[in-house]
């Protein structure tokens, strides 16, 4: 659309999807309907600006890219690195070092490869490829399907022992064997896949190859036969992750309440970005009255500062308000003022280190698990290479009053819990276990006051 600032008047110029005007303004390019077309800034297009793009061809030489690819990443870590001393290495020399690898290459992986080399000289997380650019041999990756279900052998076939999911959780979160009109259950056995017949000899993921999203029907039984089969069709998942995680923090939740009788929430913080701040949401608000809480940020993947969360966890008390009806609310109603306790682990990281750092910072409670992943840089965006890869320079670090910390160091925790796998494989969970223990002890101490309505005020005038 034009809009024209005297007349206060929008007309309108063509359908784009996208738009780019040139440096000198004259003209734009512009994405309409997946075709790409050229016209004169603020009018409309002829009906032969769209640009065959289909009949574009570009010859490339990799092995005369390689070389320029192998300046541009050390350069990108020359110029945006944070540390302009480079950690102390002699970033000149590292190149001469490593450039010495350029006749011998092979093939792009070999570049990468040495480029990795030159950078691991740096010592530094977060500096990883944005990608390998464009590919010159692409394997086509066909997904295989998934119900999201746990299956155990009994008389020689695939029976459902648990499935994942259901209405009651989110709508993104798809559970194939709960959609309505499936009707599937545990305990079923799953005689046939598409027609094919399935025995416990088999490898049950087989068939359901290439199957993600794509409507598969299964036989289903209730016994080890076909006498009472009938036939119901699904439509697999690519992926089981979401159903899986999900699964795992409700269940520690019921494992809490029932450990506490109740008093104490569990909130799960998978990052500190977009998920984190919905799963924060979503089970802060719910058990806002309860009278302790366990965050549990293990496996957290970072993102962004994870100050929201300290901010909603030290709120006070402010003041309390009487009803008629009903009881008093304390203000802010979605507050805890009792025992905090968090969990971590050693695979959280970034956003996952900086949490627990400002949880203890705020001295909100004891940090049980084990020392995080220790990788406090940021990175923020950075030019690409010729064949549209690009790397990461962190550019931007976290230090504190004792210098830069947490990068390689980790924040460890004030109880280190292990999560050994013979107890793991068992279904316990040293690690929220231990939370648990510590704050009941934490509750028995210092139980929560309780604030009783005063007298009301007579204001009558005698």
Not at 312 to 329: A, C, E, I, T
Request: net charge negative; glycine share 8%; charged share 25%.
């Amino acid at each position: 659309q034009h809009y024209d600032l005297k007349e206060r008047k929008s007309e309108d110029i063509m359908p784009a999807d996208a738009f780019l005007i040139a440096s000198k303004g004259d003209n734009m390019l512009y994405l309409s309907k997946s075709k790409w077309g050229v016209a004169e800034t603020g009018k409309k297009p002829e009906e032969d600006a769209f640009i065959n793009t289909d009949q574009v061809q570009v010859k490339i030489n990799p092995l005369a890219e390689w070389p320029n690819i192998f300046e541009e990443a050390w350069r990108v870590n020359r110029d945006y690195f944070y540390d302009p001393g480079m950690h102390g290495a002699d970033w000149g020399s590292m190149k001469e070092k490593y450039a010495v690898f350029l006749p011998d290459l092979s093939c792009k992986s070999d570049l990468y490869r040495v480029m990795e080399w030159m950078f691991s000289e740096l010592a530094v997380g977060h500096h990883r490829f944005g990608s390998m650019g464009d590919k010159l041999h692409t394997a086509k990756n066909i997904e295989g399907g998934l119900l999201g279900a746990d299956y155990e052998v009994v008389n020689n076939l695939y029976r459902i022992k648990k499935i994942y999911g259901g209405l009651n959780w989110t709508p993104e979160l798809r559970s194939p064997l709960t959609e309505p009109g499936v009707e599937i259950e545990v305990g079923d056995y799953i005689l046939e896949v598409n027609g094919q017949e399935v025995t416990a000899e088999d490898n049950f993921y087989k068939f359901f190859e290439n199957s993600a999203e794509k409507i598969t029907e299964l036989l289903i039984s209730p016994t080890p036969n076909k006498a009472n089969a009938r036939k119901v069709t699904v439509t697999p998942l690519s992926s089981e992750q979401g159903l899986r995680n999900r699964d795992w923090v409700e269940g520690n939740m019921r494992k809490v309440h029932q450990a506490t009788d109740g008093r104490v929430a569990y909130v799960y913080v998978p990052n500190t970005t977009s998920l984190g701040h919905e799963y924060f949401k979503r089970y802060f608000f719910p058990q806002a009255n309860k009278e302790a809480i366990i965050v549990d940020e293990r496996f957290n993947g970072g993102g962004q500062l994870a100050d929201y969360y300290i901010d909603m966890l030290k709120r006070p008390v402010q003041s309390f308000w009487n009803y008629r009806y009903g009881q008093d609310q304390k203000a802010p109603n979605a507050s805890i003022q009792g025992p905090k306790v968090l969990i971590t682990d050693e695979t959280a990281g970034s956003g996952g280190d900086y949490f627990p750092y400002l949880f203890r910072q705020a001295e909100l409670g004891p940090i049980i698990g084990k020392r995080t992943w220790g990788g406090l840089v940021g990175v923020l965006g950075f030019p690409e290479f010729i064949d549209g890869g690009s790397v990461t320079a962190p550019n931007l670090a976290f230090y504190d009053e004792r210098g830069f910390a947490i990068e390689n160091e980790g924040v460890a925790p004030d109880i280190e819990v292990e999560q050994w796998p013979s107890e793991v494989i068992q279904g316990k969970d040293p690690q929220l276990e231990k939370a648990i223990e510590v704050i009941l002890k934490q509750l028995e101490e210092n139980p929560p006051t309780k604030t009783t309505t005063p007298p009301y005020p007579n204001r009558v005038t005698q």
